[in-house]
């Protein structure tokens, strides 16, 4: 094993600079600001950011939805409450009864349907194109998010129908995505490129969360999805005006950025949508490198994105406003290390020559191994809440550094079927998101801090063997067969 890895650094080491010069040797760079590149950046930050928003307010307007939240809480709370009692505020809306394991089954309910279209989700974006399949995608999350208040008061089991279906619509997103910059992110731009597109997603938490806490105060819980379903709404249209599937299709793009964006990338992208070598995708063993960190990544993530919420009410003794301000903080430092981390991957790749497949191992053990320290920390604070506060911001944000590792190395290997590996990739680790929340919930029925210790040991083991596999099986160069040259039938 370790002789084979040796061949294969060896052959990288010829192979990256040869393609270092091949993509960008006499191509005049076409400047970034205002170019229509990291306008599609910007804007897939916006369509993430609408994604995310609606994907964890829920989180957040549950605490509120519960029945007797507040004196449940003030009996079985390890710690004490950090709130001055309010007078509540004349809220019409209605509450429910839902015990644990009902609540693990809505917050996973959206995964259900989120695991259905990762694959189908990349293969169409491979053959129509990605830009209305990405809009229409989160669109349908959005109308599926405005009719959230009616399903509830159905019951639970058309809310978890409902979420299914926002599932559904949204698990087209990352697979339509990471095809569109298959055609639009020039090599040695991936990093900072992708990051800025899908760190939409941690923003889009970081403003979620605690905007949700101060809607479920001040209004009631039924607020949050009419306004964040308004904000997806008015994406929908900026993404339909603005955006085209490929450079060659942008009607404002300038000459020299669409010779730029094409040039770099003629000796990567296959010449045809109609092939697709699945048997040699699915042998791939970088491929599998990358589903089981995918995978192990999002254990935590997930857990921590659906019960963050409820460990601060419930183990912290936050209320509903402070709780969505703290449960904000870990995906705010997420947010802000993977934009500097994007950056520091293609200046590494770039200005000193560093193999891609060291800086994308690197990041990835940096993202997966620290935060599972800091998670396990997390769990020995007690009642010391600046300290858990300290560890899970710590935990997240370390992460963040994780999306110039394994998160865009399907763009490296192949470029081409970008979509087509992320949908594979990502129908794995949508796993943990259908079942990590019951999991915890089922392990957390008495709300102590024993119990959350077994849920943060286990989302940190799952983390390092990960981060382990993808460093030992991953690759950073273009795979023999994620180019067709000539088709034999």
Same mark, same amino acid.
């Given at each position: 094993?370790?002789?084979?890895?040796? +061949?294969?650094?060896?052959?990288?080491?010829?192979?990256?600079?040869?393609?270092?010069?091949?993509?960008?040797?006499?191509?005049?760079?076409?400047?970034?600001?205002?170019?229509?590149?990291?306008?599609?950046?910007?804007?897939?930050?916006?369509?993430?950011?609408?994604?995310?928003?609606?994907?964890?307010?829920?989180?957040?307007?549950?605490?509120?939805?519960?029945?007797?939240?507040?004196?449940?809480?003030?009996?079985?709370?390890?710690?004490?409450?950090?709130?001055?009692?309010?007078?509540?505020?004349?809220?019409?809306?209605?509450?429910?009864?839902?015990?644990?394991?009902?609540?693990?089954?809505?917050?996973?309910?959206?995964?259900?349907?989120?695991?259905?279209?990762?694959?189908?989700?990349?293969?169409?974006?491979?053959?129509?194109?990605?830009?209305?399949?990405?809009?229409?995608?989160?669109?349908?999350?959005?109308?599926?998010?405005?009719?959230?208040?009616?399903?509830?008061?159905?019951?639970?089991?058309?809310?978890?129908?409902?979420?299914?279906?926002?599932?559904?619509?949204?698990?087209? +997103?990352?697979?339509?995505?990471?095809?569109?910059?298959?055609?639009?992110?020039?090599?040695?731009?991936?990093?900072?490129?992708?990051?800025?597109?899908?760190?939409?997603?941690?923003?889009?938490?970081?403003?979620?969360?605690?905007?949700?806490?101060?809607?479920?105060?001040?209004?009631?819980?039924?607020?949050?999805?009419?306004?964040?379903?308004?904000?997806?709404?008015?994406?929908?249209?900026?993404?339909?005006?603005?955006?085209?599937?490929?450079?060659?299709?942008?009607?404002?793009?300038?000459?020299?950025?669409?010779?730029?964006?094409?040039?770099?990338?003629?000796?990567?992208?296959?010449?045809?949508?109609?092939?697709?070598?699945?048997?040699?995708?699915?042998?791939?063993?970088?491929?599998?490198?990358?589903?089981?960190?995918?995978?192990?990544?999002?254990?935590?993530?997930?857990?921590?994105?659906?019960?963050?919420?409820?460990?601060?009410?419930d183990i912290l003794g936050f209320s509903i406003q402070q709780n969505g301000m703290l449960s904000a903080?870990?995906?705010?430092?997420?947010?802000l290390l993977a934009l500097l981390g994007g950056q520091l991957a293609d200046l590494l790749r770039e200005?000193?020559?560093?193999?891609?497949?060291?800086?994308?191992?690197?990041?990835?053990?940096?993202?997966?191994?620290?935060?599972?320290?800091?998670?396990?920390?997390?769990?020995?604070?007690?009642?010391?809440?600046?300290?858990?506060?300290?560890?899970?911001?710590?935990?997240?944000?370390?992460?963040?550094? +994780?999306?110039?590792?394994?998160?865009?190395?399907?763009?490296?290997?192949?470029?081409?079927?970008?979509?087509?590996?992320?949908?594979?990739?990502? +129908?794995?680790?949508?796993?943990?998101?259908?079942?990590?929340?019951?999991?915890?919930?089922?392990?957390?029925?008495?709300?102590?801090?024993?119990?959350?210790?077994?849920?943060?040991?286990?989302?940190?083991?799952?983390?390092?063997?990960?981060?382990?596999?993808?460093?030992?099986?991953?690759?950073?160069?273009?795979?023999?067969?994620?180019?067709?040259?000539?088709?034999?039938?």
């Open positions: 094993m370790m002789e084979h890895s040796a +061949s294969d650094s060896e052959t990288e080491d010829h192979v990256q600079p040869l393609l270092r010069r091949k993509d960008t040797g006499d191509i005049q760079k076409a400047p970034a600001c205002c170019s229509s590149r990291y306008g599609l950046a910007f804007l897939s930050c916006y369509g993430f950011f609408v994604a995310y928003a609606l994907r964890v307010n829920l989180s957040v307007a549950m605490v509120d939805m519960l029945k007797n939240r507040s004196s449940v809480n003030n009996s079985s709370s390890v710690c004490p409450h950090h709130s001055i009692p309010v007078p509540k505020h004349n809220h019409t809306a209605s509450v429910y009864d839902w015990d644990s394991e009902t609540q693990g089954w809505i917050l996973g309910s959206f995964f259900y349907g989120y695991i259905l279209t990762q694959i189908p989700g990349g293969y169409l974006a491979r053959k129509y194109g990605a830009k209305w399949l990405f809009g229409i995608g989160i669109l349908c999350t959005v109308i599926f998010t405005l009719l959230t208040p009616v399903a509830t008061d159905l019951g639970a089991g058309y809310l978890i129908a409902v979420r299914v279906l926002e599932g559904i619509g949204e698990g087209v +997103s990352y697979p339509a995505m990471h095809a569109m910059w298959a055609s639009w992110a020039p090599p040695l731009e991936r990093s900072r490129l992708l990051t800025i597109s899908y760190t939409g997603a941690q923003l889009g938490t970081v403003v979620a969360l605690p905007l949700s806490g101060q809607i479920c105060f001040y209004l009631d819980w039924t607020y949050v999805f009419y306004i964040f379903g308004a904000v997806g709404l008015l994406w929908f249209v900026l993404w339909a005006y603005f955006v085209s599937n490929s450079p060659s299709l942008h009607k404002r793009i300038s000459a020299d950025e669409k010779t730029y964006i094409m040039a770099s990338l003629k000796n990567e992208l296959s010449p045809t949508t109609d092939y697709i070598p699945w048997t040699s995708i699915l042998k791939s063993l970088p491929l599998w490198a990358i589903v089981v960190a995918h995978f192990s990544y999002n254990w935590t993530f997930y857990t921590l994105l659906t019960l963050l919420p409820t460990y601060m009410n903080l870990p995906y705010l430092g997420c947010w200005k000193y020559l560093i193999r891609t497949v060291i800086v994308r191992k690197a990041f990835t053990i940096v993202g997966m191994v620290g935060p599972a320290v800091f998670l396990v920390a997390a769990g020995y604070t007690g009642c010391n809440f600046v300290l858990a506060i300290a560890f899970l911001t710590l935990s997240s944000s370390l992460g963040g550094v +994780s999306a110039s590792g394994f998160n865009i190395n399907h763009l490296d290997i192949a470029p081409s079927y970008a979509g087509i590996l992320l949908g594979i990739t990502n +129908s794995f680790a949508t796993i943990p998101g259908m079942v990590g929340p019951v999991i915890a919930r089922s392990l957390t029925k008495s709300n102590t801090i024993p119990e959350w210790q077994i849920v943060f040991y286990i989302s940190a083991a799952i983390n390092i063997f990960g981060a382990v596999f993808f460093t030992i099986f991953g690759k950073g160069t273009l795979q023999p067969w994620a180019v067709q040259r000539i088709h034999i039938q």
